[in-house]
C-alpha cells in the first residue's frame, strides 16, 4: 500500500487531496507517485485554486477572497494572536483563544437554550454560515443528537415555514423562467469544485407534499450529511431547487412565498427543462454526481438519464438499498426464508417500488425465480390493493407489482389486506401518520414470532406508527424500523431506515471511483455492505441497522462497495483503484474524506506559515 502521508513540499504551491485546496506548506506524496489524481477534490485542483493563493501571498488583504477564508470564519476565536494580526480581526474579536472544546461547549449550550427545534435548525443554519468548520465538527461529534435538527423530522417544519424564516441564500434556484438560459446562471455559482448536487423540485418533500421552492431545505439538509457522513468538501456540494411552479395554492397565494405563483409546469415541460439542467451542469462540472431527490414522479427522469450522466435517485434507489440493508438483517434473525415472505407495503409510490424492487432482487439472489420473488409483494396505495382488475389506469411503475390473483376481489383498508395476505412484512411509504392501528400491529405479532414493522413515511408526523406503539402492540417481538428516528422504548433502541445511511457513501464511491454512471451494481452494492457493517455488538443487541455514530465509518465501507460494484460494471475511470486491497481502498478513501478537525489545523498552519513569510518580506523590507 502506497503510505498516505502528508511531507513538506519544497515547491508551491500543491493541493491537499482532503481539502482540495492549494496548500504551499504540504503535497499528497502517493498522489503524485502513482498517478492518482484527486478524488474528492479533483475537480477543484484544476480549477484555479492555485492562481488564487498566488494571489493571496501577495496581497495579504486578498486573503478574504481565497478559499481558506470561505472555509473558516475570520472571527473565529480560536485563531491565535499572530492570526488575527495576519488577517486584521485582531481586536475585533474577544480576546480569548479558544479550543474546539470550549467553542462546542458554548454552541451546544446556546442550542439547549433555543426553545424550539425549529429554534434550534435556525441557529446552526447560522452556525454553518458563519464558521463552517465548526459546525461540521460539531455535527460529526454529535451526529445522533443534531441530525434531526438538520435532517428529518425538523427539515420537514423547516421548508414548511421557509417562507417566513428565510434570511440567506445556501443555494441555487433555475426557474422554468430561464429555460434556454440555464448554462449562463449556472455559471453564476460561486464555486468551480462542485463534485455533487442533489436537486429537487420541491413536488414531493417528505410525506408533506409539494412546497415548491420551500423544498429547498432538503437538498441543504442532504448535503450537510454528505460532507458530515462522507467527508465531501462543503464547497464541493450544490443544493439545487427547481422552480417549475407549484400545485400548492395556499403557497401561490402566500405573500411571502419566494417562487413563482404558475401552477406546476406539464410533464413534457419538466422533462425539457431537465434536459437542459443536467446538460448545462454536466458542462461546467464535468463527472458532477446528480442526485434526484423528492420529486412526485421520479422514474421517467431516472429511466431518461441513468445510462447517459453520473446520477442516481435517492428515493428510489437509496431508499430501496437501505432498506434492503437492514432488511438482510432482519431476514437473518427471523430465519424466514425469501420463498415464504409475504410483504404488504403500505404505498406504492417511488420509495415503495424502489423498495420492493430492491428486495425482488435480493429473493432472486436468494434463489427466487423473478416471478416468484414479485409475487412475494402485496402494494397497497390511496385505492387500496394494486390489482389488474381494480378499474383505474395504474401508474406504469404500479404494474410490475399488481396482483391477477385476487378473483375479482378488490380489497380497500390495510386491515383487511393484512388478513388477506396473513404477512411476514408491513412496509410504510404511504405518508399517512398512523396507519398501522394498534389492531394492525396486533395481528402482525399474532401472525409472526417476529413480524417485521418498518414505518418508513418521513418527518415523524407521517410515519405509520411510533417505535413505542410498534413495540407495546407486538409485544416486543417486532424488527422495527423507521424513516425519521424516533427515542428508545423500554431499554430498546429503533432502528432508523433512512437513506442517509447509504447515499452519502454512494455520492463518495461514485465521486472517487470516478464512475460515469451509477449502475443498479453499484446500488446494490450499497445495500450488502450496509448489511455487513455492523460491529458484533451491534449484532448482539439485535439491531439492524449500524449505531448513526459510526456514519462516517459506514460510509467508508459503502463507498468501498460501491467503488468494487462500478469496477465490476466497469463504469470506472480511476483505474489505478483497481489495484488496491480493500484495506488499501478504505485507506484510499478515507484520506480522500473532508475532516473538519484536520482542515481546521491545515487552515491555521497555513495561515501561520502564511504569517512567517509576510514576516520575512516585512524584515528584508
Ligand atoms: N425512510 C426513508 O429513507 C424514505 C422515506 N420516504 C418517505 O416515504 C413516503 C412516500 O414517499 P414517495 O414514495 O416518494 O411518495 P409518492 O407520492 O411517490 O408515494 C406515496 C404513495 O402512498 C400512497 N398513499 C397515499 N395516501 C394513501 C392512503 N391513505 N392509503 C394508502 N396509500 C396511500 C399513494 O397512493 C402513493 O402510492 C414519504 O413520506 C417519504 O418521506 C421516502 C424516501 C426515503
Ligand atoms: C428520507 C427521504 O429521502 C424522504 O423522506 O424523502
Ligand atoms: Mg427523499
Same mark, same amino acid.
Given at each position: 500500500?502506497?503510505?498516505?502521508?502528508?511531507?513538506?513540499?519544497p515547491?508551491?504551491?500543491?493541493f491537499?487531496?482532503?481539502t482540495?485546496?492549494?496548500l504551499?506548506?504540504?503535497?499528497?506524496?502517493?498522489?503524485?507517485?502513482?498517478?492518482?489524481?484527486?478524488?474528492?477534490?479533483?475537480?477543484?485542483?484544476?480549477?484555479g485554486?492555485a492562481?488564487m493563493?498566488?494571489?493571496?501571498?501577495?496581497?495579504t488583504?486578498h486573503?478574504?477572497?481565497?478559499?481558506v477564508?470561505d472555509?473558516?470564519?475570520d472571527?473565529?476565536?480560536?485563531?491565535?494572536?499572530?492570526?488575527?494580526?495576519?488577517l486584521?480581526?485582531?481586536?475585533?474579536t474577544?480576546?480569548?483563544?479558544?479550543s474546539?472544546?470550549?467553542q462546542?461547549?458554548?454552541?451546544?449550550?446556546?442550542?439547549?437554550?433555543?426553545?424550539?427545534?425549529?429554534?434550534?435548525f435556525?441557529?446552526l443554519?447560522?452556525?454553518?454560515?458563519?464558521?463552517?468548520?465548526l459546525?461540521?465538527?460539531l455535527?460529526?461529534?454529535?451526529?445522533?443528537?443534531?441530525?434531526?435538527l438538520?435532517?428529518?423530522?425538523?427539515?420537514?417544519e423547516?421548508?414548511?415555514k /421557509?417562507?417566513? *424564516?428565510?434570511? =440567506?441564500? @445556501?443555494?441555487?434556484y433555475?426557474? +422554468?423562467?430561464?429555460?434556454g438560459h440555464?448554462?449562463?446562471?449556472?455559471?453564476?455559482?460561486?464555486?468551480?469544485?462542485?463534485?455533487?448536487t442533489v436537486?429537487?423540485?420541491?413536488?414531493?418533500?417528505?410525506?408533506?407534499?409539494?412546497?415548491?421552492?420551500?423544498?429547498?431545505?432538503?437538498?441543504?439538509?442532504?448535503?450537510?450529511?454528505y460532507?458530515?457522513?462522507?467527508g465531501?468538501?462543503?464547497?464541493?456540494?450544490?443544493?439545487?431547487?427547481?422552480?417549475?411552479?407549484?400545485?400548492?395554492?395556499q403557497?401561490?397565494?402566500?405573500?411571502?412565498?419566494?417562487?413563482?405563483?404558475?401552477p406546476?409546469?406539464?410533464?413534457?415541460?419538466?422533462?425539457?427543462?431537465?434536459?437542459?439542467m443536467?446538460?448545462?451542469?454536466?458542462e461546467? /462540472?464535468?463527472? *458532477?454526481?446528480? =442526485?434526484? @431527490?423528492?420529486f412526485?414522479?421520479? +422514474?421517467?427522469?431516472?429511466?431518461r438519464y441513468?445510462?447517459h450522466?453520473?446520477?442516481f435517485n435517492?428515493?428510489?434507489?437509496?431508499?430501496?438499498?437501505?432498506?434492503?440493508g437492514?432488511?438482510?438483517?432482519?431476514?437473518?434473525?427471523?430465519?424466514?426464508?425469501?420463498?415464504?415472505?409475504?410483504?404488504?407495503?403500505?404505498?406504492?409510490?417511488?420509495?415503495?417500488?424502489?423498495?420492493a424492487?430492491?428486495?425482488?432482487?435480493?429473493?432472486?439472489?436468494e434463489?427466487?425465480?423473478?416471478?416468484?420473488?414479485?409475487k412475494?409483494?402485496?402494494?397497497?396505495d390511496?385505492?387500496?390493493?394494486?390489482?389488474?382488475?381494480?378499474?383505474?389506469?395504474?401508474?406504469?411503475?404500479?404494474?410490475?407489482?399488481?396482483?391477477?390473483d385476487?378473483?375479482?376481489?378488490? *380489497?380497500?383498508?390495510l386491515?383487511d389486506?393484512v388478513?388477506?395476505?396473513?404477512?411476514t412484512?408491513?412496509?410504510?411509504l404511504?405518508?399517512i401518520?398512523g396507519?398501522?392501528?394498534?389492531?394492525?400491529?396486533t395481528?402482525m405479532?399474532?401472525l409472526?414470532?417476529?413480524?417485521?414493522?418498518?414505518?418508513?413515511?418521513n418527518?415523524?408526523?407521517?410515519?405509520?406508527?411510533?417505535f413505542?406503539?410498534?413495540?407495546?402492540?407486538?409485544?416486543?417481538?417486532?424488527?422495527?424500523a423507521?424513516?425519521?428516528?424516533?427515542?428508545?422504548?423500554?431499554?430498546?433502541?429503533?432502528?432508523?431506515?433512512n437513506?442517509?445511511y447509504?447515499f452519502?457513501?454512494i455520492?463518495?464511491?461514485t465521486?472517487?471511483?470516478?464512475?460515469?454512471?451509477?449502475?443498479?451494481?453499484?446500488?446494490?452494492?450499497?445495500?450488502e455492505?450496509?448489511?455487513?457493517?455492523?460491529?458484533?455488538?451491534?449484532?448482539?443487541?439485535?439491531?439492524?441497522y449500524?449505531?448513526?455514530?459510526r456514519?462516517?465509518?459506514?460510509?467508508v465501507?459503502?463507498?468501498?462497495?460501491?467503488?468494487?460494484?462500478?469496477?465490476a460494471?466497469s463504469?470506472d475511470?480511476?483505474?489505478?483503484l483497481?489495484?488496491?486491497?480493500d484495506?488499501?481502498?478504505?485507506?484510499?478513501i478515507?484520506?480522500?474524506?473532508?475532516?473538519?478537525?484536520?482542515?481546521?489545523?491545515?487552515?491555521e498552519?497555513e495561515?501561520?506559515?502564511?504569517?512567517k513569510?509576510?514576516?520575512?518580506?516585512e524584515?528584508?523590507?
Amino acid at each position: 500500500m502506497p503510505k498516505l502521508a502528508f511531507r513538506r513540499a519544497p515547491s508551491y504551491p500543491t493541493f491537499s487531496t482532503r481539502t482540495g485546496r492549494a496548500l504551499p506548506s504540504y503535497t499528497h506524496s502517493s498522489m503524485a507517485r502513482d498517478g492518482i489524481t484527486n478524488g474528492v477534490n479533483g475537480v477543484g485542483a484544476s480549477n484555479g485554486v492555485a492562481p488564487m493563493a498566488n494571489v493571496r501571498h501577495a496581497h495579504t488583504h486578498h486573503v478574504r477572497h481565497t478559499r481558506v477564508a470561505d472555509l473558516s470564519s475570520d472571527f473565529d476565536t480560536s485563531h491565535p494572536t499572530e492570526v488575527r494580526k495576519y488577517l486584521r480581526t485582531y481586536g475585533l474579536t474577544p480576546p480569548a483563544v479558544e479550543s474546539f472544546q470550549t467553542q462546542a461547549e458554548r454552541c451546544l449550550k446556546l442550542l439547549s437554550l433555543k426553545p424550539t427545534p425549529i429554534d434550534k435548525f435556525q441557529y446552526l443554519t447560522h452556525l454553518k454560515a458563519t464558521n463552517v468548520h465548526l459546525f461540521y465538527r460539531l455535527l460529526a461529534e454529535n451526529i445522533k443528537e443534531l441530525t434531526p435538527l438538520i435532517y428529518t423530522p425538523t427539515v420537514g417544519e423547516a421548508c414548511q415555514k /421557509w417562507s417566513e *424564516i428565510y434570511t =440567506q441564500p @445556501e443555494g441555487m434556484y433555475l426557474s +422554468f423562467d430561464d429555460k434556454g438560459h440555464l448554462h449562463s446562471v449556472i455559471q453564476n455559482w460561486p464555486k468551480h469544485n462542485v463534485e455533487i448536487t442533489v436537486v429537487t423540485d420541491g413536488s414531493r418533500i417528505l410525506g408533506l407534499g409539494d412546497l415548491g421552492i420551500n423544498g429547498m431545505g432538503i437538498p441543504v439538509g442532504k448535503l450537510s450529511l454528505y460532507t458530515a457522513c462522507a467527508g465531501i468538501r462543503p464547497d464541493a456540494t450544490l443544493p439545487l431547487t427547481l422552480d417549475l411552479g407549484t400545485s400548492n395554492e395556499q403557497l401561490r397565494n402566500d405573500p411571502l412565498y419566494m417562487g413563482s405563483r404558475r401552477p406546476k409546469v406539464s410533464a413534457q415541460e419538466e422533462q425539457e427543462f431537465l434536459d437542459e439542467m443536467m446538460a448545462a451542469l454536466t458542462e461546467r /462540472w464535468p463527472g *458532477i454526481v446528480i =442526485q434526484f @431527490e423528492d420529486f412526485k414522479n421520479p +422514474f421517467p427522469a431516472l429511466e431518461r438519464y441513468r445510462d447517459h450522466y453520473t446520477c442516481f435517485n435517492d428515493d428510489i434507489q437509496g431508499t430501496g438499498a437501505v432498506i434492503l440493508g437492514g432488511f438482510i438483517n432482519a431476514v437473518k434473525r427471523t430465519g424466514v426464508a425469501a420463498k415464504d415472505q409475504r410483504a404488504v407495503f403500505l404505498g406504492a409510490g417511488s420509495a415503495g417500488v424502489g423498495v420492493a424492487k430492491q428486495i425482488v432482487e435480493f429473493f432472486m439472489r436468494e434463489g427466487l425465480t423473478e416471478d416468484q420473488a414479485r409475487k412475494c409483494f402485496w402494494l397497497v396505495d390511496s385505492k387500496g390493493l394494486v390489482t389488474n382488475d381494480r378499474g383505474d389506469k395504474l401508474a406504469d411503475h404500479k404494474i410490475y407489482f399488481s396482483r391477477d390473483d385476487n378473483d375479482g376481489k378488490q *380489497i380497500k383498508s390495510l386491515a383487511d389486506v393484512v388478513e388477506y395476505v396473513k404477512p411476514t412484512i408491513l412496509m410504510g411509504l404511504s405518508t399517512i401518520g398512523g396507519a398501522f392501528t394498534p389492531e394492525i400491529l396486533t395481528r402482525m405479532s399474532e401472525l409472526n414470532a417476529h413480524p417485521v414493522i418498518f414505518p418508513l413515511s418521513n418527518p415523524s408526523s407521517q410515519s405509520e406508527c411510533t417505535f413505542a406503539d410498534a413495540m407495546k402492540y407486538t409485544k416486543s417481538t417486532c424488527l422495527f424500523a423507521s424513516g425519521s428516528p424516533f427515542p428508545d422504548y423500554e431499554g430498546q433502541t429503533p432502528g432508523q431506515g433512512n437513506n442517509m445511511y447509504v447515499f452519502p457513501g454512494i455520492g463518495l464511491g461514485t465521486i472517487l471511483s470516478k464512475a460515469v454512471n451509477v449502475t443498479q451494481e453499484m446500488i446494490y452494492a450499497s445495500a450488502e455492505l450496509l448489511s455487513t457493517s455492523l460491529t458484533p455488538e451491534e449484532h448482539a443487541k439485535g439491531w439492524l441497522y449500524p449505531d448513526i455514530a459510526r456514519i462516517r465509518d459506514v460510509s467508508v465501507t459503502v463507498a468501498r462497495g460501491v467503488i468494487r460494484a462500478a469496477q465490476a460494471s466497469s463504469v470506472d475511470r480511476e483505474l489505478a483503484l483497481r489495484n488496491l486491497s480493500d484495506e488499501q481502498l478504505d485507506e484510499y478513501i478515507r484520506e480522500r474524506m473532508y475532516d473538519p478537525k484536520l482542515e481546521k489545523l491545515l487552515v491555521e498552519e497555513e495561515l501561520l506559515h502564511l504569517v512567517k513569510s509576510m514576516q520575512g518580506v516585512e524584515h528584508k523590507l
